[in-house]
């Protein structure tokens, strides 16, 4: 069967944020499920109806509860034990985020107690023989940041800094990957474009405003973590599309893409060129654009949020990387998937797309699969599970799914075996070929 071995000390693990597990996070995101938990109920039916198994969902996601982020997994108490499953499913490094609100839950004002429990997460990771990444700002605010205008007023960037500046000196000794902001054209899209996110604007001016605050604070952090430790890895999380024209010969789908992939993937990396030790790919999405219409290929599988399973998308994103010529690390890419038929499938599929761009010379270090737990998935809350471990949110009890032992036995070989590799290889020109693929909607997204 064919084997495909990693480089030596490439890292296997799986990533989480602070407000998705932890529990009784107060910040902005908190807030605002106060006030729209009722609305996201409502509106659950109407967006996601058309999903298959949906009435199995549907108790869940149209109770206003499943839209409260609340004890969550409760990881801020149980961490060790969920770092002790990491290290049983031969996970060599976790990346999480540090919670902002928690560590200055006033402007100015550090908190000892917040700053000593991530050192004991850090310390916990590192007995278990765990590479910490430590992300910086998972998009959530303190409330006084968002008071003052969140990500869109400039002052956020030294805030961030200052916020930076502290944890570096705190936790500096323990960590040596620093991701600074998780996804930027994730909240510039969803929080500023199409209003689905705190603070639920849309304005091309304010995205175009929080784009440079955001790059500005990334450069910031940047000289700060290496003005404490210039051995520091610094890098961001960017999450990264694969696009392609609906038809090729459409010069207004064409067009599209060249926009989309611009703003999307390419821009950010320019308002942060020199400020970056490594890359990130945060891969979910494979977008057909039929001018500015997403469309869908119904012919690939989907998550339970009916987002599109492409796994070739990852390589090609890694082969446009390999021009920056700096180490890269996978870290996010995981689906929604309840009953766990797909996850080990998408894993390897996945992994082997890495695999081949690795052996033509891109520089990939390691794999973080989203998610170690189920976790609060934002406006959606808690229906979609994206667990290599599964969370009974009433007990808390972890539950090891079976894909989290396919990819343990991954980690721990550094070897994935495959007996398809290169599923759906060139499917895309296969389709070009054939004339044009089925279409309906992608559904709303990140
Ligand atoms: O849950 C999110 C995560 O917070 C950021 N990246 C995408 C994941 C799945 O939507």
Same mark, same amino acid.
């Given at each position: 069967?064919?084997? +495909?071995? $990693?480089?030596? =000390? +490439?890292? !296997?693990?799986?990533? %989480?944020?602070?407000?998705?597990v932890e529990g009784h996070t107060h910040n902005d995101w908190s807030e605002w499920e106060k006030k729209h938990a009722e609305r996201l109920a409502r509106e659950a039916h109407l967006k996601f109806g058309h999903l298959p198994h949906w009435e199995q969902r549907r108790p869940v996601a149209e109770d206003p509860a499943n839209y409260i982020s609340g004890a969550a997994c409760d990881h801020y108490n149980r961490f060790r034990e969920d770092f002790d499953i990491a290290r049983e499913l031969g996970h060599t490094a976790h990346r999480f985020s540090l919670e902002w609100s928690r560590i200055e839950p006033e402007e100015g004002r550090f908190d000892e107690a917040a700053i000593q429990h991530y050192r004991e997460v850090l310390e916990a990771l590192r007995e278990r023989g765990i590479e910490p990444f430590i992300t910086l700002w998972h998009w959530t605010n303190p409330v006084w940041i968002a008071e003052m205008g969140g990500v869109e007023n400039k002052k956020f960037a030294e805030r961030f800094e200052r916020y930076t500046r502290f944890v570096a000196g705190r936790l500096g000794d323990l960590v040596k990957f620093w991701v600074t902001l998780n996804e930027p054209t994730s909240i510039i899209g969803a929080a500023?474009?199409?209003g689905n996110w705190p603070p639920q604007k849309k304005s091309l001016l304010s995205a175009y405003r929080v784009y440079h605050v955001l790059a500005e604070a990334h450069n910031r952090a940047f000289h700060a973590i290496h003005e404490? /430790?210039? /051995?520091?890895?610094? =890098? $961001?999380?960017? #999450?990264l599309q694969s696009f392609v024209p609906y038809k090729k010969d459409s010069w207004s789908d064409r067009v599209t893409v060249t926009l989309a992939h611009f703003f999307t993937n390419k821009y950010m990396l320019r308002l942060t060129r020199d400020h970056n030790d490594f890359l990130t790919v945060q891969y979910y999405f494979? %977008?057909?654009?039929? +001018?500015i219409r997403r469309t869908h290929n119904l012919d690939h599988p989907e998550s339970d949020?009916? !987002?599109? #399973?492409?796994?070739?998308? #990852?390589?090609?994103i890694l082969r446009w990387l390999k021009r920056y010529n700096l180490p890269i690390y996978i870290t996010e890419n995981g689906l929604a998937d309840d009953v766990d038929s797909r996850r080990a499938e998408f894993i390897r599929n996945h992994l082997c797309w890495i695999h081949k761009a690795i052996s033509e010379g891109v520089d990939v270090r390691g794999y973080f699969h989203w998610s170690l737990l189920d976790n609060f998935e934002w406006?959606?809350? $808690? !229906?979609?599970? $994206? =667990?290599?471990?599964?969370? /009974?949110?009433?007990t808390q009890a972890r539950t090891l799914r079976e894909s989290a032992r396919i990819y343990a036995e991954i980690c721990r070989t550094n070897t994935l075996v495959l007996a398809d590799p290169y599923l759906g290889e060139r499917s895309e020109e296969k389709e070009r070929a054939t004339g044009t693929a089925p279409e309906i909607p992608a559904s709303p997204g990140t």
């Open positions: 069967m064919p084997t +495909f071995r $990693f480089p030596q =000390g +490439f890292l !296997w693990g799986s990533a %989480t944020s602070s407000h998705q500023y474009l199409n404490n /430790d210039p /051995d520091a890895q610094v =890098g $961001f999380a960017n #999450i494979h %977008t057909r654009l039929r +001018f949020l009916g !987002w599109e #399973i492409y796994p070739e998308g #990852i390589y090609h406006d959606k809350g $808690f !229906w979609p599970r $994206f =667990g290599l471990v599964a969370v /009974d949110y009433a």
